[in-house]
T-cell receptor
Framework: AQSVTQPDIHITVSEGASLELRCNYS??????LFWYVQSPGQGLQLLLK??????LVQGIKGFEAEFKRSQSSFNLRKPSVHWSDAAEYFC??????????FGTGTQLKVEL | DVKVTQSSRYLVKRTGEKVLLECVQD?????MFWYRQDPGLGLRLIYF???????EKGDIPEGYSVSREKKERFSLILESASTNQTSMYLC????????????FGEGSWLTVV
C-alpha cells in the first residue's frame, strides 16, 4: 500500500538553528512529493514540490527539500529557523490522479 | 491566487443532526477533495470528485456523502452526525493534470455533542 511516514511527531529547535524534518514514502514508482505547512487554525500552504529533475528543490520561506531515491526520502530543511516557522508540517505524495496521501505531520516548536 | 472558500469555519451540532459543509473554488478546477484532519492521524481523504456529478470514495467515506452539482462547489454531507465525526474538515482543489499544486481551504471545525 502507498504510504508516507513522518517519523518525528514533535521537534523543538532554537531560533537561528538549522532544521531538518524527515519524510519517507512507499510507492511503486517515484511519486510526486510535496511539503505543506499549517499554522494554527489555518488551512495548508504549499512550501515546495518535487516532480522530476533536480533532486534539490527550493521552496518558499527559505525552505528546501532533497529527494533521495535510494532512501525513499524527501526531507525538508531550513538553514536558520525563525520563530514564525513554528507550525505543523506535512509531507504528502501522489502517484498521479492528484489524490494526496499525507504523513501524520510534524509539529515544530521554536524556542527563542 | 486560487481561492478556496469553506463557508462555515466553526460549527457545533448535536448527535443525529444533518450537517452540510460547503466548499467553493474560483479557478474552474476539475478536481475537488474533502479531507478530514485529526491529531496524530494527519489528513485522510473522505471523498473526491473529478467533474460535475462525479464522485469517488476516498479512504474513509463511511458516514459521509458528497454532492457536486456545479463545477465550483463541492459539498460534504453528514446525514446523521456522530461524536466521532468531531474533527477539522478541509476542502481542496486542483486541475485535472497530474501532480499540479493542490490548494486548500482554511478548514471547518466541526464539534458534535
Amino acid at each position: 500500500a502507498q504510504s508516507v511516514t513522518q517519523p518525528d511527531i514533535h521537534i523543538t529547535v532554537s531560533e537561528g538553528a538549522s532544521l531538518e524534518l524527515r519524510c519517507n514514502y512507499s510507492y511503486g514508482a517515484t511519486p510526486y512529493l510535496f511539503w505543506y505547512v499549517q499554522s494554527p487554525g489555518q488551512g495548508l500552504q504549499l512550501l515546495l514540490k518535487y516532480f522530476s529533475g533536480d533532486t534539490l528543490v527550493q521552496g518558499i520561506k527559505g525552505f528546501e527539500a532533497e529527494f533521495k531515491r535510494s532512501q525513499s526520502s524527501f526531507n525538508l530543511r531550513k538553514p536558520s529557523v525563525h520563530w514564525s516557522d513554528a507550525a505543523e508540517y506535512f509531507c504528502a505524495a501522489t502517484g498521479g490522479g492528484n489524490k494526496l496521501t499525507f504523513g501524520t505531520g510534524t509539529q515544530l516548536k521554536v524556542e527563542l | 491566487d486560487v481561492k478556496v472558500t469553506q463557508s462555515s469555519r466553526y460549527l457545533v451540532k448535536r448527535t443525529g443532526e444533518k450537517v452540510l459543509l460547503e466548499c467553493v473554488q474560483d479557478m474552474d478546477h476539475e478536481n475537488m477533495f474533502w479531507y478530514r484532519q485529526d491529531p496524530g492521524l494527519g489528513l485522510r481523504l473522505i471523498y473526491f470528485s473529478y467533474d460535475v456529478k462525479m464522485k469517488e470514495k476516498g479512504d474513509i467515506p463511511e458516514g459521509y456523502s458528497v454532492s457536486r452539482e456545479k463545477k465550483e462547489r463541492f459539498s460534504l454531507i453528514l446525514e446523521s452526525a456522530s461524536t466521532n465525526q468531531t474533527s477539522m474538515y478541509l476542502c481542496a482543489t486542483t486541475t485535472g493534470s497530474s501532480g499540479n499544486t493542490i490548494y486548500f481551504g482554511e478548514g471547518s471545525w466541526l464539534t458534535v455533542v
